[in-house]
């Protein structure tokens, strides 16, 4: 079954059945990559192209392994050695790439607003893969597989997202995904780093790490984005550690069986401890190789529909 608008942008993009259906087919993509060969060709003759005009390590590379492991050509274009650093718009390059007729562009940019901007100019579908503090649709979905392999539903889980919840992409993203599936959510933060009026989207909001993260299942921490951050949003880095840091004596205010994730990458010692970050409750390396594998289940629904 195709996904039935041309281009995610925002999470919302997706119906709670296509959402499923991403994660049915992650599962399948995931079987794959435990093969010998990882080849399952079903892009042959389709070509992706990924255009990263924000540093990345993990949406890039897997969304790169993906095409490759489903048989697409995939060109990365590296915004800093491209015709952009000679002045090109979003708009020219757009058509200039539409020349060259991608099945699938798969775009991280810093501005919310600039994916609009490429699907209005070109033919292929549109991926976000990450826009400013707009919206980051495919670590939702990774984050779903995640969550639904352990707990097999997010109906009625209590699920924390703590940290810098006023720049982050990934927190808007999941708190519209965990909300479609079910789960109520609680978002904390220090109150400069807390969106204004968000609890008008239906999630708790609190300042109290310990109130935030007491009887959870699930616990997202978020990376401290210093480069999107003016300065003087909180006092230092060690006060924001002591009080809204993930600690061992912290979690065990969560349910025993709470898992403890992370987007990457990760300032260890600052949102999180190591003890915390490589200890059996946490899920941050199962969450990239869900990535991977929700990425070409993505790839492999919107790549092989035109539309
Ligand atoms: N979680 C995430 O988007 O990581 P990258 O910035 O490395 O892609």
Partial sequence: MPIAKKDLIHLSDLTVEEI????????????????DDKKHPVLRGRSVIN??????????????FAGKYLGADVVNINTSSSSVMKGESLKDTALTLDRMAPDVIVMRHGCSGAHEILARHVKARVINAGDGAHQHPTQSLLDLLTIVEHKQSLEGLKIAIVGDILHSRVARSDLWGFQALGAEVTLCAPPTLMPAKVAQLGVKVTYNMDEAVRDADVIVMLRIQLERQKSGMFPSIREYAAFYGLNAQRLQLAKPDCLVMHPGPINRGVEITPEVADGVQAVIEEQVNNGLAVRMALLSIMGGVSK
């Avoid at 992650?26 to 990559?33: G, T």
């Fill in 51 to 64: 255009l990263f005009y924000e540093n990345s390590t993990r949406t890039r590379s897997s969304f790169e």
């Fill in 20 to 35: 499923w259906q991403v994660l049915d087919t992650a599962r399948e993509m995931k079987q794959v990559l435990t093969r």
